[in-house]
């Protein structure tokens, strides 16, 4: 009967390794194929060339193969299932995918001082169908690279071989992180090349979404700040944390969507409260972000007291908050990116709206940096404790 349960037991364990193997085997095959979607499109957009006669329809199809690229990468992401075994290949297409999106910003900055010297050449009306493009183009590609994240994040969170693939992972995690930043740094200046010929004027405000959002966000910080980890408790402190990040995580997402909405059916009037607003949303985050970092240290520093099974939890719900906080902080930037696109008084206020966003993404990438440090120290323990 021993030997029966035995030979349970040993089936049992094969049975659930291997079945992570189709999900890994799967997904290995949709991210080389998002792979040879977006070097194609790479390569179609650099062999794009704006003249005074073809401004707005090129860009406009560019657009279009950007929103398909967002489209398939959100695909691949919803259809992610643990368990994963993770691989050379996975992490190679997860590498490709970010080096190319930065390629498509770099060929996004090239456009943008394209349209700049039609200026003199061609109409007004087309100029400005032009710049609307191009703002399209540069937030679309944007996306891309949230995606991109998010999606690495996600795969992180449910793969089971963490500890095998640990010193691959962490490398991937900080390619990926430093081309985020150029790309991102490159589509503000392309945004600015756009602005540069750019004067308008018109309608509307989300004021008190936002101030709602930043109280709310601003209360959950302080939460998060207030909470003493311990040995005993980190399990439940972490997964109510983890639970309240969430929430908080789901209503930037509806504010989001709901500007993408208004989009689609008007334009902005931009004033210095509403830019001020964007800013006080970034800064927001890092408060939440800097309660992560704290997270961090006491986790590092109770490892050696805190049981196994207890750590196992903590460190599950660290690598959630910390995928969903880098959401908030890609939710936030698309915010701005939309409003710049919707907004028909960029020539009154582009200065102030560069400057800030430069403030904005530097917030963003101090928090980025935070979830990325909180995944590199949950690697580790995984690796040390065999978890």
């Known amino acids: 009967m021993k030997q029966l349960w035995n030979n349970f037991i040993s089936t049992a364990a094969v049975f659930i390794f291997f079945m992570g193997i189709p999900a890994s085997a799967a997904l290995k095959e949709d991210l080389q194929d998002l792979v040879f979607q977006s070097e194609s499109f790479k390569s179609e957009l650099s062999t794009l060339e704006l003249n005074a006669s073809s401004v707005c329809a090129p860009l406009v199809e560019a657009n279009q193969k950007a929103r398909d690229m967002v489209n398939a990468i959100s695909a691949v992401d919803e259809s992610l299932s643990a368990p994963l075994q993770l691989d050379a290949d996975i992490l190679d ?79 991937t995690q900080e390619i990926q992180s430093a081309n985020m930043i150029t790309s991102t740094d490159t589509l503000l200046q392309t945004q600015t090349n756009a602005l540069a010929l750019v004067s308008v004027i018109e309608t509307s405000t989300r004021a008190l979404d936002y101030n709602e959002l930043i109280a709310d966000g601003m209360e959950l910080s302080s939460r998060m700040h207030s909470v003493m980890l311990s040995p005993w408790t980190m399990k439940y402190q972490l997964q109510n944390i983890a639970d309240d990040v969430e929430s908080f995580r789901e209503q930037v997402t509806a504010l989001s969507n709901s500007i993408k909405n208004d989009s689609e059916n008007g334009t902005l009037y931009i004033d210095d409260t509403t830019i001020m607003q964007l800013y006080d949303l970034s800064v927001m985050l890092t408060f939440i972000a800097t309660a992560v970092d704290g997270y961090v240290i006491a986790i590092e520093g109770l490892e050696p007291t805190t049981s196994t099974p207890t750590l196992k939890d903590s460190l599950n719900s660290m690598l959630k908050l910390s995928a969903d906080i880098g959401v908030m902080a890609d939710r936030i930037g698309e915010m701005g990116d939309t409003i710049l696109v919707m907004a028909d008084n960029i020539g009154m206020v582009s200065d102030t709206f560069i400057t800030t966003q430069q403030f904005q993404n530097a917030n963003l990438f101090a928090t980025q940096n935070s979830v990325l440090a909180a995944q590199q120290m949950a690697i580790a323990i995984i690796v040390s404790r065999g978890l």
């Not at 710049?131 to 089971?160: F, H, P, Y």
């Open 93 to 171: 297409a997860l590498e490709l995918l970010s080096v190319t999106n930065l390629n498509l910003a770099n060929e996004a900055l090239r456009l943008s001082l394209d349209l700049q010297q039609l200026d003199n050449a061609a109409s007004v009306l087309t100029i400005k169908d032009g710049i609307t493009a191009m703002l399209q183009l540069s937030d679309d590609i944007g996306t891309m690279a949230d995606r991109i994240g998010e999606m690495a994040d996600k795969i992180l969170v449910m793969a089971d071989n963490i500890d095998i693939m640990a010193d691959r992972i962490v490398t």
